[in-house]
């Protein structure tokens, strides 16, 4: 298969709220370009892009699948990405590999949560947007209601291009020919001269030849190019309808798709950078090779995929690549075009392709592959923000013979997933599996057990906390053992004092002795049983910040101080200082944002309050609310679970982290009274 030119591929991904229909789009597109004979459906199992054994057991897409398909002598290769809130930064890390984020919305159930998340990821990328509202043909739908919504959250820049016909039967094309045909609402005519009059804004030559001429005057090639800039320039975002269930709509949805969407030659270019600069891909077969890796699967047959946007120069067959600062080149040995699950290897990827290679370890997620030509100062690609994991679960293997197989798993199920993380929490002794939600953790579980015959015992995590102090202090310690032959002997005088919130690193050490009182070579040994203290807690057995200590005064033997005196001094007298500081634990806080339908912010802020939240602020769009607020982390555990069942399914949030506060009184005196300190035999 021959490599196409830059100027006729077309790059998008379908986005949106779970349930909107992206799939069973997908399907629908693949069955009209003549790609496949017969339509799969989601609830059957079998379409194209949800091929993965827990996509059909939970019915959605819980990753992205690539497809292609030939148009108009185009080629479009599209993603179809998961919509759920817990998978969602798989669908933004799709976002580096297109020129067009088309944001699906289900007819019926309008504007929700997840929709509003991703049309704001995709302007603030500076990625042109497209909406499709799908299932127009459903009964309860009110075309002409969501058409003004989202006109009215989205901007008056969200313009159809075209329009459903009375029936719901088809569409009718309203940019490209002045039609008169009766529509289900508003009017051809109108539509015609109102995206007209928003594309010519962009171009001052057409405006005048629109103003003094008309439209029927406009060079058909002038208004594509301006159709495109307005894109990039978001002064302009289509909205098209369309019914996967019945095809209205997808002839036209291919026409738009083929010719009057981006090109990558056409499309905003990504944000590389070269030893700190802004560098300029070109998307050319000649120029030195830079692709993006946005996205990393294992297949059972082929192995590790690593899935890639080229976006300068050419990957094939038998050649060799660097991966980011990597010193050693990679053997590209398979190169291969994708359609859902099937792998058809092909020669080469061209400028401003989508393909995959296998089998090569070193690839991982947000790489970039390029010939080496600066190897000391490789491209790489600004990172875009996903959202963060904070949904965590304290795991152990139930079996400890797993654990080698265990981490084998996980950096394989990490390098999928960017928003999995397994972490080692110092401050409670815990291991941590976070993710973005319940489910998707549940998912990660099964396919620990299903995959890998890897079992864990779960539990609810234990809250971080972080001790410090709020008084200055002083502390004092003397340590003097005698058995039989050479003794120990170190003592120590030391004052305390708090830190401001914002020191970087939440501890200062400094000595203040004078006249020899402690030889400076036990100096470190002090500090570093101090450091123990900071490392295991005083009180509760947390770490320790926001702590200074100054060493003042002390007693040394010429004979019997050693440096295991002196830290076993240092931490005592640090430990009697803490306790007289006024101790406190420090609770971690995170902001949260819900979305949730506007008839439901009375519970949700209710809930919110119950867990011990403040509400910051309180925005209401259109039918819908937005309620941002800061709440302890400890009591977002189970939110998930608890917003879904206040909201029936329809809301959605955020967490990240803020700051630490102090937790109240009677969270610290239960916490406290459980911590058993550990017994010195000094």
Known sequence: MAVPKPELIRNLCFCGQTGSGKTTLCERLLFAAGEISRLGTVEEGNTV????????????????????????????????????????????????????????????????????????????????????????????????????????????????????????????????????????????????????????????????????????????????????????????????????????????????????LPSPLEGNPRPFVQGGQPLKTEFDASKPTIAHVFQVATDKHVGKLGIFRVHQGIVRQKSELFIDDGRKPLRISHVMRLQGKEHKETEAIGPGEIGAISKIDEIHFDGVLHDGATPEDPPLLLPLELPKPMYGLAVELKSHADEAKFSAAMHKLQDEDPCLVLERVAATKQTVLRGLGELHLRITLEKLSNQYGIDLETSEPKVAYKETITLPAEGHYRHKKQTGGAGQFGEVYLRVAPLPEDHPTGFEF??????????????????????????????????????????????????????????????????????????????????????VPGQYLGDVTSDLSVRRARVTDTQMQEDSCVIKAIAPLSELQAYSNQLKSIAGGAGAFSVEHSHEEPAPPNIQEEVIATYRPRQDDD
């Open 510 to 595: 400094e000595n203040k002795t004078v006249g020899g009182s402690i030889p400076k070579q036990f100096m470190s040994s002090i500090e570093k049983g101090i450091r123990q203290v900071l490392d295991d807690g005083a009180v509760a057995g947390y770490p320790m910040t926001g702590v200074r200590v100054e060493v003042y005064d002390g007693k040394h033997h010429e004979v019997d101080s050693k440096e295991i005196a002196f830290m076993t001094a240092g931490r005592k007298a640090f430990i009697d200082a803490v306790l007289k500081a006024k101790p406190v634990l420090l609770e971690p806080y995170a902001n949260v944002e819900v979305h």
């Open 49 to 260: 892009s949800d091929f993965a054994a827990e996509e059909h057991r939970y019915q959605h897409s819980l990753a992205p699948s690539i497809v292609h398909f030939d148009h108009e002598h185009h080629r479009v290769n599209l993603i179809d990405t998961p919509g759920m809130s817990d998978f969602i930064g798989h669908a933004i890390a799709c976002f580096p590999a297109v020129e067009t984020v088309v944001i699906v919305i289900d007819a019926v159930k309008g504007i929700e949560s997840e929709t509003r998340r991703l049309m704001k990821v995709a302007t603030d990328r500076n990625l042109p947007r497209m909406i499709l509202i799908n299932k127009i043909d459903a009964q309860e739908a009110d075309l002409e209601k969501l058409t003004k919504q989202i006109r009215s959250v989205f901007g008056n820049v969200c313009l159809p291009i075209n329009l459903p016909t009375p029936d719901l039967s088809g569409v009718v094309e309203v940019f490209e020919t002045d039609a008169h045909d009766v529509t289900a609402f508003s009017s051809a005519e109108a539509a015609h001269t109102q995206i007209v009059e928003q594309v010519v804004e962009v171009d001052e030559q057409l405006t005048e030849t629109y103003l003094d001429a008309g439209a029927d005057q406009l060079d058909p090639n002038r208004l594509h190019d301006a159709f495109e800039c307005a894109l990039r320039e978001g002064h302009l975002v289509p909205i098209v309808y369309a019914s996967a269930k019945t095809g209205a709509g997808i002839e036209h949805l291919l026409h738009v798709t083929a010719s009057l």
